[in-house]
């Protein structure tokens, strides 16, 4: 069996059903080649007659149909009664009439074939139910045959087109930015700032209330535009979480998101969702979601813009370490203070470092970071102090500041930094502060692309920006740990478990039965007992060893110290048999008999440790969301903790702990050992796992669990799943896809050898290099067209991308065996990916030599078809060389359509479809 590669360019001729292979679905909406404007107008001030103008006035290369069924011509150009008299059917149809017209508008436009549009008509679900009814009907008139944005918008600019379908008042410049806003005012604040400072931007969107086009399907449209380096939001809600999420994951490697988020006060929120009618969920879990997919949040407007600035022009540092070069003390100490109180830290300069400097300085200079050359510095002195700091490995980035003195001269200062521009390998940003006598110093900087700012705090505060924008597009890339060899966990009894509970109208797990749930996930907890009488109690007490603790067992009670419900260290029967009443009579008392159940005994021990808290809860917007941070009884008085969506894997359970306060002191402090960090992280894996494969659950907390040296332990547990009568299918689930378990089963090759055939894992990258390794040149070949080196193929930024995937979006199979020697090895690789925007796929596989002719490319492409048909897909396709006849033979024998090679390149495509 040999390899497959990629789809060729489709041979078809576009047309409003058929895209070209190259072409998005987007396209017809900010490339038309023909716009329909319904509601053109004359009138003044209206907002048909300023988007037609716009449409004039900004030639786009295309057709403009004004369409009014009371006037035969508007603006000198002719109008048509109604889009169905038009002379052909447009690409793009411009909507602005009110807004109860418009889902019969749109059900003619798609009757048609009219395959985009941009609904600019106020008056949906922002004024309410009436609204929310026009906006369902619109939904039912497009039915996926017509993409449209808004409504509720300014309209949309493409500028390096030259299209205009907005109402405002000037069209941005062409560049190398995508702004997408959900506020139309801002939109047209933001384009009058550009025109002034001269930026440009690759598309303009005002995106509205969100009722078809998202932020996902944005995000992918401009992460695949040659134009677009850099992706900017201003967002108001999140909408459809799930497609940001994925978008921005798949996108931000590669290109920077930006992301300015209104509602972070409850007021803000509250004004958010009142403007676009909208929910607005919690700014916390947000930030969190920002973070796993490596989105960089900033606070204002003008930081979009100078970050924009400073990551298009400078590398991202390393990490958090500033080396600050200045010839004056207190804007040093300014940009220090900006620095520390913004998590960044001053670099300790090197012993070789400090011995240069020594070297080149007057005796007067700081002698530590800031690096303070004094206000006599001349150009050269900066230029040298600059490449000592360039070269130190301590110094993640650099800030030049200069203040204007009697002796300096701002102009040669800047030309002789010029060089150090770029090839540096670490950022570096100035800070020219003065007025006229350092203007043509910052133009001498801004061209040579350096960043400039007018003051050194707010250069360090874009620093800080850049260092947390790289440690989180790290936590996407950076290979977690495998997990323990032999784990599995027991799913069948946790659905067993929460099943019962469900199923007997509680909805309120006992503490036993919530270490049982931890217990079937790997997750080790106390050992308890459950009795219903003293003379129970006893006998358990007894056989776990005194002391005991006895605490309340309740179907009802959760916090059981709420009423009385734990007695500890009980050091005899006796004992025993007095706490087993005092919990019942306080129960009584406080809450009603029928709230006791009877008690659970539990081992009393003192042991040494620090108590953690590890919870989950649902978000409106995102679903189930991982709470880790400091325990115990004062948990909410010190609210030391981080959030984090679910799945995890060791490296993002490590990044959430960082987060924290006590995650310094859980690698030792004041002599104590450190906690075992490894084993922690691998048990945060597993609670993600319990969350996010049994969607019943609606609340959980382990609190505390115990962390010490020798041991990790659930001391308490606490489950809240959700009420019986939701169903299944409607459960809130993540907001991102969990490890698809389904697709995991062992399978007999014809030659009777077993292998295990399973989704790929981010902690594959390890076997995926070896795999490589043993790979001919034949079949790299056969599978990517052209030779490729061992080092291309096994590097670690292509690897991520391979294995660290996105399941929504694409389905990696992997075949494992396992050798003699009992390692798992993975001989086999089959990807499903899915093509944004339509209802078809790309498959592709890749077979180890030795393993060829055993039926294992043809059982990957079964599976990756049915997957195919589970996504109910309409289609898929697969691209091979003339010569692999193994492949063509492999696709006709599953019913592929397979075209004749292809006279330029010798490719053959073979189609299937579903």
């Not at 303070?372 to 980035?397: F, V």
């Not at 749930?517 to 907890?525: A, K, M, N, Q, R």
Request: charged share 20%; glycine share 8%.
């Amino acid at each position: 069996m040999s390899p497959i590669g990629k789809i060729p360019p489709s041979s078809v001729s576009p047309s409003h059903d058929v895209l070209r292979a190259d072409s998005h679905p987007l396209d017809w909406i900010f490339k038309p080649k023909s716009v329909a404007l319904i509601g053109a107008s004359e009138r003044a001030g209206s907002v048909g007659r300023t988007v037609l103008w716009n449409l004039i006035s900004s030639p786009f290369g295309g057709t403009i149909y004004p369409v009014n069924p009371k006037r035969p011509n508007i603006l000198g150009i002719r109008s048509y009664p109604s889009v169905r008299e038009l002379p052909e059917v447009p690409d793009l149809v411009v909507v602005c009439t009110p807004a109860e017209g418009v889902p019969a508008l749109l059900t003619d436009c798609v009757s048609m074939g009219v395959p985009g549009g941009i609904v600019i008509s106020a008056g949906f679900k922002e004024t309410g139910e009436a609204g929310q009814r026009l906006e369902t009907q619109i939904m039912e008139a497009i039915q996926g045959r017509m993409r449209i944005i808004g409504p509720n918008c300014l309209g949309v600019m493409n500028p390096i087109t030259g299209l205009n379908a907005t109402f405002a008042n000037a069209m941005a410049r062409p560049g190398n930015v995508a702004f997408i806003s959900q506020s139309g005012a801002l939109c047209t604040a933001v384009l009058d700032w550009s025109l002034r400072e001269n930026v440009g931007f690759s598309g303009f969107v005002s995106i509205g209330s969100m009722l078809d086009v998202n932020w996902g399907d944005l995000i992918d449209y401009y992460g695949s535009d040659p134009r677009t380096q850099s992706i900017v939001i201003y967002m108001e809600t999140i909408g459809d979480a799930a497609s940001f999420l994925s978008a921005a994951r798949e996108v931000s490697l590669t290109k920077p998101i930006i992301v300015i988020k209104a509602g972070r006060t409850a007021a803000a929120a509250k004004a958010a969702a009142s403007h676009t009618g909208s929910l607005t969920g919690s700014d916390d879990v947000l930030e969190a979601a920002f973070r796993r997919v490596g989105v960089l949040r900033v606070n204002s407007i003008a930081e979009i813009f100078y970050m924009t600035e400073a990551l298009s022009k400078q590398p991202r540092p390393r990490g958090n370490r500033l080396g600050i070069v200045t010839n004056a003390g207190g804007p040093g100490v300014l940009a220090t203070d900006a620095l520390i109180q913004g998590g960044g830290e001053l670099a300790d300069i090197t012993p070789e470092s400090m011995k240069a400097y020594n070297e080149i300085l007057p005796a007067a200079w700081s002698h530590n970071n800031p690096i303070d050359i004094l206000g006599d510095a001349e150009p050269e002195r900066y230029a040298k102090s600059l490449q000592i700091a360039a070269k130190d490995p301590n110094i993640d980035g650099m800030l030049v500041i200069m203040t204007p003195q009697g002796m300096t001269n701002p102009t040669k200062i800047a030309e002789q930094l010029k060089p150090y521009a770029h090839g540096l390998g670490k950022p570096l940003l100035a800070s020219w502060m003065g007025g006229e006598s350092v203007s043509k110093g910052l133009d001498i900087l801004n061209s040579a692309g350096i960043p400039t700012f007018l003051y050194p705090d707010t250069a360090v505060h874009a620093f800080n920006y850049m260092w947390r924008y790289t440690y989180n597009l790290r936590g996407l890339y950076e290979t977690p740990s495998p997990n323990s060899a032999g784990y599995q966990p027991d799913r069948q009894r946790a659905r067993e478990i929460l099943s019962t509970v469900r199923g007997s109208g509680r909805t309120i797990l006992t503490e036993y039965e919530s270490k049982k749930l931890l217990e079937s996930y790997g997750i080790p907890s106390v050992p308890t007992e459950i009795a219903t009488s003293e003379d129970e109690a006893v006998r358990a007490a007894e056989i776990i060893g005194y002391p005991v603790v006895l605490k309340l067992h309740s179907y009802t009670i959760t916090h059981k110290t709420d009423v009385g419900g734990v007695v500890l260290n009980l050091p005899n029967a006796e004992r025993v048999r007095q706490a087993y009443t005092q919990i019942r009579e306080s129960v009584a008392a406080k809450a009603g008999e029928g709230h006791f159940q009877g008690v659970t005994v539990q081992p009393f021990a003192r042991q040494e440790g620090y108590e953690l808290i590890l919870g989950s809860s649902l978000d409106s917007q995102f679903g189930p969301v991982l709470l880790f941070g400091t325990g115990g009884q004062l948990v909410e008085v010190f609210k030391d903790r981080s959030l984090a969506l679910p799945p995890l894997n060791t490296t993002l359970a490590r990044r959430m702990m960082e987060q924290t306060s006590i995650y310094k002191a859980l690698h030792g402090v004041r002599g104590r050992k450190s906690v075992d960090m490894a084993a922690l992280e691998e048990l945060m894996v597993r609670f993600s796992d319990l969350v996010i494969e049994n969607p019943a659950i609606k609340e959980i907390d382990i609190n505390p669990l115990l962390a010490s040296p020798e041991r990790l332990l659930a001391l308490d547990a606490r489950v809240v799943v959700h009420d019986v009568a939701v169903p299944d299918d409607q459960l809130p689930r993540s907001a991102i896809r969990p490890y698809p378990v389904q697709y995991v089963s062992r399978w007999t090759a014809k030659n009777g050898g077993q292998v295990l055939i399973r989704p790929i894992r981010p902690e594959d990258e390890p076997l995926m290099i070896e795999f490589h390794k043993r790979l001919s040149e034949r079949s790299v070949y056969l599978r990517y067209f052209q030779p490729l080196k061992l080092t291309q193929r096994t590097a670690h930024d292509r690897l991520t991308r391979i294995c660290f995937i996105d399941y929504d979006r694409e389905m990696a199979l992997v075949v494992e065996r396992t050798t003699a020697e009992g390692a798992p090895e993975i001989v086999a690789v089959g990807r499903l990916s899915k093509i944004h925007g339509r209802s078809e796929a790309e498959l592709a596989a890749l077979v180890q030599d030795d393993v060829q002719g055993q039926g294992i490319g043809v059982e990957l492409y079964r599976r990756l078809i049915d997957i195919a048909r589970q996504q109910k897909l309409a289609k898929v396709h697969s691209n091979m060389l003339g010569e692999n006849k193994e492949m063509q033979h492999l696709c006709q024998h599953l019913g592929f359509k397979l075209s004749a090679p292809d006279l330029e390149d010798n490719l053959i495509l073979a189609e299937l479809t579903l």
